[in-house]
């Protein structure tokens, strides 16, 4: 039986969830702010969290990051009532597993609790089958279509090109946009395919955690190791390791990762002796590494030998039909489900929205909409409200935005709520609070509309 932990500050909401889950055989602990849940990560071992992105007295994402400086990797589902998908998006980067809108529709809860506790089992049972077996490749079914567009042919020819070399490949694009298939598609190419594919989420590792994680340690280096370990190059040895958001990396785990590259050996934590290794990296990022001033420039240009750009969804609208098929398809056979057809309206909205999470967007939109799809046509009332309203609801286009004479918040459409929150801040001198009043709103409604906004 899987325990849960959830934070949310909404009382009545939690109590629902926490009833509901308990009905489906969870266990269920809850906490009500940032710190309570950071506590009850010391004292107790959960199988999943389960976590409001905007809390009292701080964000969701805190916890994530205090269970990164733990040690733990334990899946995440974020849930957020902002009308906006990149706030999701971000979370994923850190390492959370899923993430779902309010309202929740009890169903995708259910399916996304599911898929989060056997991705971990998963995870388990191909870590095992790696140690006996090295030359697996526990990816063999791939969420992914080639493409036949003119972007999709570069990118294949790319890897087609780059695979059969020892040369080190930085992926770079938008997240959810299929960087670790490109990277599976390179070491399935190349001479190296019958040796181990490693796949390592750089977000999700503290310092002290990438270390260990990267290149190992001997028992008794650090609080915590009981026992020795063995690091990931090891166990890529003469395969493929692939750095997933390389550019969260501290400064410090950068250095070892150059000399690992460099002389080919590492040497795990706490350890006197260097171990060699023969193992070929293959890096992601979705940032500009040597802009954010926090990447080393030697390890750039040594992980950037070959660079491969992924396409955004935006930019493979030849190939986006091939994608929405492969999608239902697959969400049909795992859910029994038979979704033939879209309607004309949803059909429409496909088309016009802007897919900022790219094909992890458009996999879980379409899951979710064949989840709620009785029927073997989708209608419109199985997407996600926000995406539908985003797309009835586009902003205006105007000369000017309203003034902040009359600064309440509710009177203004959402074309000039951006201006003006930026306006009372200025007013307020930045005091949030002093704003909120000023907006006629509460404070967590003005630090989620700043989100949305992106305003820092």
Not at 281 to 292: H, K, P, Q, R
Not at 293 to 309: A, V
Not at 428 to 439: G, H, R, T, V
């Amino acid at each position: 039986m899987a325990n849960i932990l959830l934070v949310e500050d909404d009382t009545t909401f939690a109590a629902i969830l926490e009833n509901f889950l308990k009905k489906k055989g969870f266990d269920v602990v809850v906490k009500y702010s940032v710190k309570g849940g950071i506590e009850a990560l010391k004292n107790s071992t959960f199988h999943l969290i389960l976590l409001d992105y905007r809390l009292g007295d701080g964000i969701g994402l805190d916890v994530v990051e205090a269970l990164q400086e733990q040690g733990k990797v334990i899946p995440s589902i974020i849930m957020t009532s902002f009308n906006d998908v990149r706030t999701a998006v971000k979370a994923i980067r850190q390492g959370v597993f899923d993430y779902i809108t309010k309202p929740v529709n009890p169903d995708e809860l259910l399916m996304v609790v599911n898929e989060a506790l056997e991705g971990k089992s998963n995870e388990k049972e191909h870590a095992s089958a790696r140690k006996h077996n090295p030359g697996i490749d526990d990816n063999t079914k791939m969420d992914f279509v080639e493409g036949t567009s003119a972007a999709a042919r570069k990118l294949h020819e790319y890897i087609a090109l780059v695979a059969p070399t020892d040369m080190s490949v930085l992926i770079r694009g938008e997240s959810g946009t299929g960087k670790e298939y490109v990277a599976r598609s390179v070491h399935r190419l190349s001479t190296r395919a019958d040796k181990p594919f490693i796949s390592i989420d750089c977000g999700t590792l503290s310092k002290e955690l990438a270390s260990s994680e990267l290149f190992g340690h001997i028992k008794g280096s650090f609080t915590g190791a009981l026992n020795d370990k063995t690091g990931q190059f090891v166990e890529a040895s003469g395969g493929t390791l692939f750095l997933d958001e390389i550019g969260n990396l501290s400064y410090d785990v950068q250095v070892k990762l150059l000399r690992a590259l460099q002389e080919k050996v590492i040497q795990p934590v706490g350890a006197n002796k260097t171990i060699n290794v023969d193992v070929r990296v293959i890096a992601a990022t979705n940032e500009d590494l040597l802009g954010s001033g926090k990447f080393r420039e030697d390890l750039y240009h040594r992980i950037n030998e070959f660079e491969i750009i992924v396409p955004s969804l935006r930019d493979r609208r030849g190939d986006f039909q091939q994608f929405v098929d492969f999608f239902i398809k697959k969400a049909n056979e795992e859910l029994g489900r038979n979704v033939e057809e879209l309607s004309s309206e949803v059909t429409e909205i496909f088309r016009n929205y802007d897919w900022p999470g790219n094909l992890r967007e458009l996999k879980n939109v379409i899951k979710r909409m064949v989840l709620l799809s009785p029927g073997a046509k989708a209608e419109v009332t199985a997407l996600p409200e926000e995406m539908v309203f985003a797309i009835k609801n586009p902003p205006a286009t105007i000369e000017q935005a309203p003034s902040a004479e009359n600064p309440d918040l509710r009177l203004h459409s959402e074309a000039h709520e951006r201006k003006l929150i930026l306006d009372v801040l200025q007013k307020a001198k930045y005091n949030k609070s002093k704003a909120a009043q000023m907006l006629n709103i509460d404070r967590k409604t003005l630090y989620n509309k700043m989100e949305k906004y992106g305003i820092e």
